[in-house]
């Protein structure tokens, strides 16, 4: 009997010691978790304009990117030179007649898509070392590309207004028309005006060369320098619940 009653004080402790432990691990991971919050966490990012004659990228693509006069003359070479594909959420091309047209000017069924492309731009971002590059030279000058930019702030979601502004300072003395995007929100908020039509543009990656443009119908041209590419980004499209057509 009196074994029987040291035994059970000892589960008792053991049971207790073992809850110490755990709560003791939950409030190191909740330090650690804090440690992680930076300042710099509650910087708005910015792009930064860059120079595309004294960037030194060794890419064909690149250059196609950077010297051609308009996107007509861009897609024209692709064409020829390159291999060049829709992202797209359709598996395969539709047909005139299928009712699933309709589902391209559904506002609610474009914005519940998005979640899809977004997933598929922050896996790019991140084989891509998160670096990229935005072409913002189809406007006749700053001050245009300026009131046209402020003009779209309608169809933004609060978080990419307040970095939307934010870009109004760095446009207003730049003479670039490429600039370096080097954070994922601010990827995030153009992306997203490419999604929505309201922000004619294109990117550039240089990790694995790929060119992405705005275009209608949540259907984004891409541009790859070869199969090689091709079938790096086909794979996370697939993974992301999105097709190249």
């Not at 189809?138 to 779209?152: A, G, R, S, Y």
């Not at 550039?204 to 541009?223: A, E, G, M, Q, R």
Request: hydrophobic content about 40%; glycine content about 2%; proline content about 3%.
């Amino acid at each position: 009997m009196e074994q029987i009653m040291t035994e059970v004080p000892k589960k008792i402790l053991k049971t207790k010691e073992v809850l110490k432990k755990k709560r003791e691990k939950s409030l190191m991971m909740k330090k650690e978790i804090n440690l992680e919050i930076r300042l710099e966490d509650g910087s708005i990012p910015i792009i930064k304009p860059i120079n595309s004659d004294i960037v030194s990228i060794d890419s064909k693509l690149w250059n196609l990117y950077t010297q051609s006069e308009n996107y007509d003359q861009l897609f024209g070479i692709a064409k020829k030179e390159y291999i060049k594909v829709a992202l797209d959420i359709f598996n395969k091309p539709m047909s005139n007649e299928d009712p699933r047209l309709n589902l391209l000017s559904n506002d609610y069924f474009k914005l519940n898509q998005e979640t899809k492309f977004l997933c598929f731009i922050k896996k790019v971002f991140e084989l891509n070392k998160e670096k990229c590059y935005i072409d913002l030279g189809t406007f006749e000058n700053n001050q245009t590309l300026m009131e046209f930019l402020i003009n779209q702030e309608k169809h933004l979601d609060q978080i990419d207004k307040y970095i939307l502004l934010n870009q109004i300072e760095i446009l207003k003395t730049s003479k670039n028309t490429i600039y370096l995007i080097d954070d994922l929100n601010l990827l995030t908020m153009f992306f997203k005006g490419f999604l929505r039509e309201c922000l004619w543009s294109s990117l550039y990656f240089n990790t694995v060369p790929l060119i992405i443009k705005t275009n209608y119908d949540i259907s984004l041209p891409l541009v790859f320098q070869n199969e090689e590419d091709k079938k790096r980004y086909e794979k996370i499209a697939n993974e992301s619940g999105l097709f190249f057509l």
